[in-house]
């Protein structure tokens, strides 16, 4: 039994670019259905995406992230390619990323840009790219490499059991994380990555976007490292609590006095809020190991794919 494919490419304003995207893709899966879901376009994005073959649908709320969300809910698939519509990653690679996820089987299969011309990366995202893979990888785990590649291939029981949260271009950090969580299989493809097409301008801003995941790590890691979230924060209130609390004290010892009394309720509050904070670490994070819970067991409802046992065999 083959596999439903799907390829789904989120676009806005990728009118350049995205017939030849679909065109590419369907020449390399001729059995996938193209699905290129159109978020806002102010040009004419969606007429060449369905002149060139493609399944067209829409997402009112802006944003990659409320895309892709839309994208998981609507489409029923075994295997997911998730790309972008702005022809800088090569079709040719999705019949390898899809052979390896389904003989893995691995839940996601990661395409690892390698440049192939001078202009496919500024150097403001190159470096934001490193500083953040490398901060996902070192909390979360280093098992995931190219954290903001736009091109993936992902299982159904990934897809069905991922909660899109994110609105933006964070959802790739999300759907890191939600990879490391899980412990799910995960492979990388080296792919090329080369420039736009003339005429087709980039929606990443470097500095609001790269403020925006690094918002997003901060915010999964309070969700999905409670401990280690308030645990920093208990021990950085509680450093400062000695630190204040440690010329009080010699003046005690020194004199049997306490002269300056505000400091000392100071640093007492400043410990106790040390220990609440500690506190609802310890508590946030049974929550959070019961969260994960549910979506293991939602990952687990779904085989590899149907038929998995045929093809194995």
């Known amino acids: 039994m083959n596999p439903r494919i799907a390829?789904?490419?989120?676009?806005?304003n990728e009118s350049v670019a995205i017939a030849k995207v679909v065109r590419d893709f369907k020449a390399v899966l001729p059995d996938a259905v193209v699905y290129v879901y159109d978020n806002n376009s102010k040009d004419c994005t969606a007429e060449s995406a369905r002149s060139a073959g493609a399944v067209v649908r829409h997402e009112i709320q802006q944003g990659k992230g409320h895309v892709v969300r839309r994208m998981f809910r609507d489409i029923d698939a075994d295997f997911y390619v998730l790309v972008d519509g702005d022809d800088t990653y090569d079709?040719?690679?999705?019949?390898?990323?899809?052979?390896?996820?389904?003989?893995?089987?691995?839940?996601?299969?990661?395409c690892v840009r390698r440049e192939t011309e001078v202009a496919a990366y500024r150097g403001g995202h190159r470096l934001g790219n490193a500083m953040l893979t490398g901060a996902v990888r070192n909390i979360f785990?280093?098992?995931?490499?190219?954290?903001?590649?736009?091109?993936?291939?992902?299982?159904?029981?990934?897809?069905?059991?991922?909660?899109?949260?994110?609105q933006g271009f964070d959802i790739e950090t999300?759907?890191?994380?939600?990879?490391?969580?899980?412990?799910?299989?995960?492979?990388?493809?080296?792919?090329?990555?080369?420039?736009?097409?003339?005429g087709s301008e980039s929606k990443l801003r470097t500095y609001r976007d790269g403020s925006r995941i690094l918002m997003m790590i901060i915010k999964l890691v309070r969700h999905e490292r409670p401990l280690f979230f308030f645990g920093i924060i208990s021990g950085l209130l509680?450093?400062?609590?000695?630190?204040?609390?440690?010329?009080?004290?010699?003046t005690y010892l020194e004199t049997g006095l306490?002269?300056?009394?505000?400091?000392?309720?100071?640093?007492?509050?400043m410990m106790l809020l040390a220990a609440l904070a500690l506190f609802a670490g310890v508590i946030l994070d049974?929550?959070?190991?019961?969260?994960?819970?549910?979506?293991?067991l939602v990952y687990l409802q779904h085989s590899p794919f149907p038929g998995a046992d045929e093809h194995s065999a």
């Open 91 to 110: 079709a040719q690679l999705a019949p390898r990323m899809l052979a390896l996820a389904v003989e893995g089987p691995f839940d996601l299969v990661n």
């Open 7 to 12: 390829v789904m490419v989120p676009c806005y």
């Open 286 to 296: 049974t929550v959070s190991r019961g969260r994960r819970e549910v979506r293991l």
């Open 238 to 250: 509680a450093l400062s609590s000695i630190l204040i609390s440690i010329p009080i004290v010699f």
């Open 258 to 269: 306490v002269p300056r009394l505000p400091t000392a309720v100071l640093s007492t509050g």
């Open 174 to 198: 999300e759907l890191t994380v939600h990879a490391q969580e899980l412990s799910m299989p995960v492979a990388h493809v080296e792919g090329s990555y080369r420039a736009r097409p003339p």
């Open 141 to 166: 785990g280093d098992r995931v490499q190219d954290m903001l590649s736009g091109y993936k291939v992902l299982s159904r029981r990934f897809v069905k059991s991922f909660p899109v949260l994110s």
